[in-house]
């Protein structure tokens, strides 16, 4: 395993990254293949390999790596954070979005919450091993998938029409009414969401808080886990909001912040979405080299055909650059958020990262699909999951088109100014 060669890794580095491939070639990687193949019911029923999954990479703490550790975090530099995203992207694209998703209700609790709400709500959190909290992040309505990404910079954002989950004050609590759509991450089996609400005399998306809310509540309805063609291994699905009482400190952002915030929560999920990408294009890149190297056609190994050579050598291009650039994303993002405390990092840097490496995890897990020709289209071999979870990729988290002309956006109107 070389694929940090250009990296000057320190000892704990090198330790990181070898403990990492480790768990998600001998822990992660088996049991996301197991609950890809399952019906949507049966993963997420009681016993389902999803929750060993779930309760095995809790005690590998890996649902802390993102918070500083003054909050509860892991003392752990960028570069290892990094690591860490691109052997999970690696492992399985559905475990690394589940373990993703669970940080962020928890994580924005612990930032901006208050002290009740960090005792009550993430303080339980940091120290389960057993998946008994598990959170998931509500942005996607019937109504309104990417065009949650465009409503911080589109001028003309209330033409997007009103939010379809929206919140109100009822004294000292908050009322919530709506839907949030099947393709919330997470949510069949989330205990905590993240969500994003319209404010009821709000005029456009812009106009929302971001609120905890614990799903046990009364008004809450989970609705059936989805059948996803990739990313099956992070069971979706819907959830109804019916008169869903929270406290007052359970909603721990409002306007005039919200909008700062969305926007910067965003450049978070996108370097983290990045890594992932890296991840599982590196995972296609090494099952197409070693097939290429024991399947004989034409009379010799597949890898002493120019073409095929050329075509490793191209993923391999691909893969190294894309690594490059969200890991210094990555480094970027994070210096300034938690360590400046900035909340005015220009956008198209992140969103460059998870556009980039998103395209190019789907342009080597195709290539890499077709140098195994028919057994790529198999079960037989991994690669037809990685190539599913490629493409679910492009759409995932945003589509690389809306979070393009979002960076578009941010250039056009602040590059230079």
């Known amino acids: 395993m070389s694929y940090l060669d250009l990296d000057r890794l320190s000892g704990d580095d090198e330790i990181i990254r070898r403990n990492m491939h480790r768990f998600a070639e001998e822990v992660l990687r088996p049991l996301s293949i197991k609950v890809d193949r399952m019906e949507p019911r049966d993963r997420i029923a009681p016993g389902s390999p999803l929750y060993d999954a779930i309760r095995e990479m809790k005690k590998m703490d890996l649902h802390k790596i993102h918070l500083p550790k003054d909050r509860g975090g892991l003392d752990l530099t960028n570069l290892q954070r990094y690591i860490i995203d691109e052997e999970l992207g690696w492992a399985s694209l559905g475990f690394a979005t589940l373990i993703g998703v669970d940080a962020i209700p928890f994580t924005i609790a612990a930032l901006f919450g208050s002290e009740r709400v960090r005792d009550e709500l993430v303080k339980p959190w940091l120290e389960d091993t057993e998946g008994r909290y598990i959170g998931c992040w509500g942005v996607t309505e019937p109504e309104h998938g990417s065009d949650y990404i465009l409503a911080f910079r589109d001028k003309d954002v209330e033409s997007f029409g009103r939010g379809n989950v929206v919140i109100e004050r009822d004294g000292n609590e908050w009322v919530i009414n709506g839907q949030k759509s099947a393709w919330v991450s997470a949510a069949p089996i989330c205990t905590h969401m993240g969500l994003h609400a319209q404010l009821k005399d ?6 929302g808080v971001f609120v905890i809310v614990p799903l046990n509540l009364k008004g809450v309805r989970k609705g059936e886990p989805v059948d996803m063609l990739g990313n099956r291994d992070c069971p979706q ?18 306007p005039p912040f919200y909008e700062v915030f969305s926007d910067q929560l965003l450049n978070l999920t996108s370097v983290n979405m990045g ?12 099952e197409a080299l070693k097939y290429a190297r024991t399947r004989v056609q034409g009379g010799k190994p597949l890898i002493e055909h120019k073409n095929i050579k050329l075509k490793i050598y191209e993923m391999f291009e691909k893969v190294e650059t894309a690594r490059y650039y969200v890991r210094k994303a990555m480094d970027y993002v994070y210096t300034k958020f938690f360590i400046e405390q900035s909340f005015a990092i220009p956008p198209r840097y992140a969103r460059a990262a998870q556009v980039y490496a998103k395209k190019i995890a789907f342009e080597v897990a195709h290539d890499a699909l077709q140098i195994f020709g028919a057994y790529g289209l198999s079960k037989e071999f991994i690669i037809e999951k990685l190539f599913r979870d490629a493409r679910a990729l492009l759409i995932e988290d945003g589509t690389v088109e809306a979070l393009s002309l979002d960076a578009a956006d941010d250039i056009v109107q602040n590059y230079g100014v």
Not at 202 to 207: F, Q
Not at 237 to 254: A, E, K, L, T
Not at 275 to 286: D, H, I, M, T
């Open 202 to 207: 709000g005029k456009s998306l812009r106009d």
């Open 275 to 286: 890594a992932y990408s890296v991840g599982l294009a590196r995972a296609a890149f090494e």
């Open 237 to 254: 699905g819907p959830v109804f909001f019916d008169n869903v009482h929270v406290p007052d400190d359970y909603v721990i952002v409002q």
